[in-house]
């Protein structure tokens, strides 16, 4: 999981120094909780020019029983943090009603059947040879 990156000179920041990745260990001191010693992880990646900017970008992971490379690290974290990120956004679009009143399900059904249909429609066009014309058709599902 990423870290903090916390202090001017000092405190995790202190860990940000040299040009290539690299695996140490990082006492975190609470004056309320106490201490602990972590595993961490400092990860560099180069800008190159992309977006306008230039220089080194560093990521700091606070690791436990890590069996991902060094190297493919900030790879595997970025495909988990996409794969959380879909489920928060499915969940927030997921339309709750509790009406009773049948024409407002309908209403937030009725769309949904739609696309989907319309998504079927153009997956049989992509795996499909005929002209695109034929095949546009609609259906729509009765309950």
């Not at 190159?48 to 220089?55: M, S, V």
């Not at 509790?98 to 998504?119: D, E, G, I, Y």
Request: proline content about 3%.
């Amino acid at each position: 999981m990423p870290a903090v990156i916390r202090g001017k000179s000092g405190g995790t920041r202190q860990l940000l120094v040299g040009h290539k990745r690299y695996a140490t260990h990082y006492t975190l001191t609470s004056p309320t909780y106490g201490s602990i010693c972590c595993h961490m992880r400092v990860v560099c990646n180069y800008h190159k020019g992309f977006k306008g900017k230039h220089g080194i970008h560093y990521t700091l992971y606070v690791v436990h029983r890590v069996t991902v490379a060094l190297n493919q690290l900030h790879q595997h974290y970025k495909d988990r943090f996409g794969i959380e990120t879909r489920y928060r956004i499915k969940n927030q679009c997921r339309i709750r009603t509790t009406s009773k009143n049948p024409m407002t399900r309908l209403l937030f059904v009725a769309p949904k059947q739609c696309w989907n249909s319309f998504l079927r429609q153009l997956s049989e066009i992509s795996q499909s040879s005929q002209p695109f014309i034929y095949l546009l058709r609609y259906e729509f599902a009765t309950y």
